[in-house]
């Protein structure tokens, strides 16, 4: 007996897809349609500019400010987090026993409020009473002076976020075959040479996977740093998203606003092409 | 007895280290625990780093004269809202994904993760406007419908991944025997994908429970603001209150790691079946 022709399942995929156009795609449309416009969300005036918001974007200090800004912070904060995510991979990996409540003490620090994580930091830099003078025996300003004030949201994000880069890099560890290092290690590998040899070639496409998810979480970052600093001292936190922001809903100019959160969403749609495209190159 | 030195040395470097990561993981917090505790003058000193005279002071006066418990009770409403909402959704898109004849899966599935790589950031102004003209800022709704869509692409991913599992002979008799697909959906494949389920489940009510930029956009007083938003904005009056900030933190924090001990593991299957089935 066979089943008679089966309909299509679209009835059930529609509820998803209407609100997915509805809540994200129309959205897109709309922010780019407001980023050709100027658009003052108190006078309720609407001109159309055409591509004057883009072409401001040049002339604007600011928005190259926040720019680097993002960049430096991306750039710092994924690659301290893929090295020290590596290295608590490994101790995870190499733990017989406790590794059960190992992990779960490994997602606190993932699993609490960005914004806590903020104010807890906060509180830690604070350049009076803050718990890391004190350890270190330090009088520094941490958020009050441009040259720290961005490295100490790094500290503060790769602590955040090493939980995740490890737990994922773990569950690819466990997956490579022992007989892999035991052979290996007849042959009289070293580790170094067995983690350059065995271990990192096999684990590249997760490792991949880790770092399209990190720098696309970094460069869109806003409640983390807008929370620790406000995007300060004299905007040297500043990112993309917090600046996008304090344009939207500080100034309230939705058309020039919008046309920084559309740099924001090209540049990750970017960054995740070219993440996936190194991805499908892999063997 | 060389190689047991050996073992012993290794052991102990590998408690070391755990303790390590330990502290580090949880310093932090800990020390957000003891600020809780200290009020007056002994926030301000340091040593001891210890609460010299602890204190629940701090609690009270989160609890008394600050709104914070409906801030907690926007915030069960929205995330639990929310995590039903997209489960169900999600779930009916999944089932259809891993097991129903569509054309176009792959770019169905491509266009998901895509949206979930969104930045919230690119979205915020249009959504701002929509809510408004539908009325509903300042309500739940408001973000109920944003976190509900946002961690469609999360569900969607991995349901259809926990579906596709499940042998097609098990569909295909359930079809033969005159099930509806309804029937075969909420009667056979949600009980059997159980645990994705749950998986899924806790990781939405985390980000619902953990959102800052819509919440903070699309919310302006205590008849829809959540936890993120009220600790952010923590009012004092001439100091930042440190002990009130930090009891509040804990008082939120506490289900959260809860939550995160009991579920450990199918928060880690759950976050690495979304990330790594690409």
Known sequence: MTVKTERGGYPFIMPAAVVLVLVTVYPLIYVFWLSLHKRHLIFETSTFLGLGNYTFLFTDERFFTSFKNTVYFTVTSVTLELVLGMCVALVLNSAIRGRGVLRAVVLVPWAIPTVVTAKMWEWMYNADFGLFNYLLGLKVNWLGSTMWAMNAAVFMDVWKTIPFVALLLTAGLQVIPRELYHAARVDGAGPFFMFRKVTLPLLMPIIIVVLLFRTIDAFRVFDAIYVLTGGGPANSTETLSIYAYKVLFQTLQFGYGSAISMVVFLCVGAISVFYVRLLWRQP | MKVSTDKILKRWGILALLALVTLYCLGPFIWQLLTSLKAGVDLTRLPPLLPPAPTSENYVAVFEEHPFLRIIMNSLVVATSSTVLSLFVGSLAAFSLAKLPI????????????????????????????????????????????????????????????????????????????????????????????????????????FSWNEFLFALTFTSTVNSRTIPVGIALFPGIHEVPWGEIAAASVVVTVPIIALVFVFQKRIVEGLTMGALKG
């Open chain 2, 103 to 206: 054309r176009g899966k792959a770019v169905f599935l491509a266009f998901v993760l895509s949206v979930s790589m969104f930045p919230p950031i690119s979205t915020v102004s249009p959504l701002y406007l929509i809510i408004r003209t539908l009325g509903l800022r300042d309500t739940v709704w408001a973000l109920i419908m944003t976190y509900t869509t946002f961690t469609l692409p999360l569900t969607i991913w991995i349901l259809t991944n926990f579906f596709r599992q499940i042998p097609h002979e098990i569909y295909l008799a359930a079809r033969v025997d005159g099930c509806t697909r309804f029937q075969i959906f909420y009667k056979i494949f949600i009980p059997l994908a159980a645990p994705g389920i749950f998986a899924t489940a806790i990781l939405v009510f985390i």
